[in-house]
C-alpha cells in the first residue's frame, strides 16, 4: 500500500508533463504519504521480527547483516541503471539539480546535502539509521528494550524541537521528526507484542478517516507541505501509526490478507525502487504520442501502473527474492547466536 501511495504521486508529476487532460489532481500528491506510512511499518516489523532476539548482543551481527542485505542489493541494481542511462543523458535521471551527485554517497546510502542519483533513495537513508540504532537497542536487556525505545523517543523529539535544521547532512537526519514515525512504529508492535490490541477495525477506521482529511487538505499545497517536518508527522504519520495498529490487530485475530494483496506486499520494495524509473520511461515514449484529450492519460496511468508492478515482480522474484534466501542460509550458518 505504501509504495502503491508513493507511486501514485509520481504518476501526477508523469501525467503533469505529458499535458493533454490531467485525470490526477493535486490529491493525488498526498501519496507521498505513503513513506510516512512505510516507516511506520518499519518499525514495527523490526520489533516483531526480532522479539526473540531482545536482551542478546549476540544476535546484532545477524541483525544488521539481514537489513544490509534487504536494502543494498537491490538498491545497487537499480542504481547501477540509473548511472549507466546518466552517464549518456544526465538530464534524464538527475535533472532537478544542479550539480552532479556524488556517486560513492548514492550507493552506500551516505547523508548528503544533495539528494541521491536515485532521488527516492533518501528515505533508505533514514531506514539504516534507525536499523543502526535499533540494532544497539537489541543489546540492551530485554526488561530495558521499551525504556531504551522510549528514551531514545525523547531525545530524538527533544532535539527536533530544540535544534534548528543543521547544515550537516548526518545530523539532519538524525534530529528529523521522521525518526518518530520509526519510533511510533516500534511502540505499537511493542504493545502487540505483549497483547495490547484494542478494536482494529475502530483504528482502521480512524486511520482512514485521519489520511483522508490530511490528503484533501494539503491538496492544493503538497508539494511544499511535505518538505515540513513536524505538520507532516502528525497528518500523515500519526494515522498511518493507526492504520498499522489495526491491521496488525486483525491479523493476529486471524483475518488473513487476500493472496494478491500479500504478493504485492513481498515486492513492495522493489516497485519503490523501479517505479520512477519506470515511469519516466514511459512518460518519454509516450510524449510523442500525445494528444488532447483524457484518454491518452487514462492510458498513460494504467500503462505505467501496470508496468512498474510487473517491473517490481521480474525484480522481486528474479534477483532479491533468491538473494534474500542465500542472505537467509549464510545467516543461519554464521551468524545465528547460539
Request: hydrophobic letters at 55%; charged letters at 10%; a positive charge.
Amino acid at each position: 500500500m505504501a509504495a502503491i501511495m508513493v507511486a501514485i504521486a509520481h504518476l501526477h508529476a508523469v501525467e503533469n508533463h505529458l499535458g493533454g487532460s490531467p485525470l490526477l489532481g493535486g490529491w493525488a500528491l498526498a501519496g507521498f504519504g505513503g513513506v510516512d506510512l512505510f516507516f511506520v511499518i518499519s518499525g514495527f516489523v523490526m520489533v516483531w521480527v526480532t522479539r526473540a532476539d531482545q536482551g542478546k548482543a549476540s544476535a546484532l551481527p545477524g541483525f544488521w547483516f539481514s537489513r544490509a542485505l534487504r536494502i543494498y542489493p537491490l538498491w545497487w541494481l537499480v542504481l547501477s541503471a540509473l548511472v549507466a542511462v546518466w552517464m549518456v543523458k544526465p538530464d534524464w535521471v538527475y535533472q532537478s539539480h544542479a550539480s552532479s551527485p556524488e556517486l560513492w554517497k548514492s550507493y552506500f546510502l551516505i547523508p548528503d546535502r544533495d539528494l541521491p542519483l536515485h532521488a527516492v533513495g533518501w528515505t533508505l537513508i533514514h531506514e539504516l539509521y534507525f536499523y543502526g540504532v535499533f540494532g544497539l537497542l537489541l543489546m540492551l536487556p530485554r526488561r530495558w528494550f521499551a525504556a531504551g525505545l522510549a528514551i531514545w523517543t525523547i531525545i530524538c523529539a527533544a532535539a527536533a524541537v530544540i535544534l534548528p535544521r543543521p547544515d550537516n547532512p548526518f545530523l539532519a537526519v538524525i534530529r528529523h521528526p521522521l525518526t518518530l514515525e520509526f519510533a511510533l512504529g516500534a511502540g505499537i508492535g511493542l504493545l502487540v507484542v505483549r497483547g495490547v490490541r484494542p478494536a482494529a477495525n475502530l483504528l482502521i477506521q480512524i486511520g482512514l478517516i485521519w489520511l483522508f482529511i490530511s490528503a484533501v487538505a494539503v491538496r492544493s499545497t503538497a508539494a511544499d507541505f511535505f518538505a515540513q517536518e513536524w505538520p507532516r508527522v502528525f497528518a500523515f504519520g500519526l494515522p498511518s501509526a493507526l492504520l498499522v495498529w489495526g491491521c496488525a490487530g486483525r491479523e493476529l485475530a486471524g483475518i488473513e490478507s487476500r493472496g494478491w494483496q500479500a504478493k504485492l506486499g513481498d515486492w513492495s520494495y522493489a516497485l519503490y525502487l523501479i517505479h520512477v524509473p519506470v515511469f519516466a520511461a514511459v512518460g518519454r515514449l509516450a510524449a510523442p504520442f500525445a494528444q488532447p484529450g483524457p484518454l491518452d492519460n487514462l492510458i498513460l496511468l494504467m500503462v505505467g501502473l501496470a508496468t512498474a508492478i510487473l517491473a517490481a515482480f521480474i525484480l522481486h522474484a528474479g534477483f532479491d527474492q533468491p538473494i534474500q534466501k542465500l542472505g537467509r542460509r549464510i545467516r543461519r550458518r554464521f551468524l545465528t547466536p547460539p
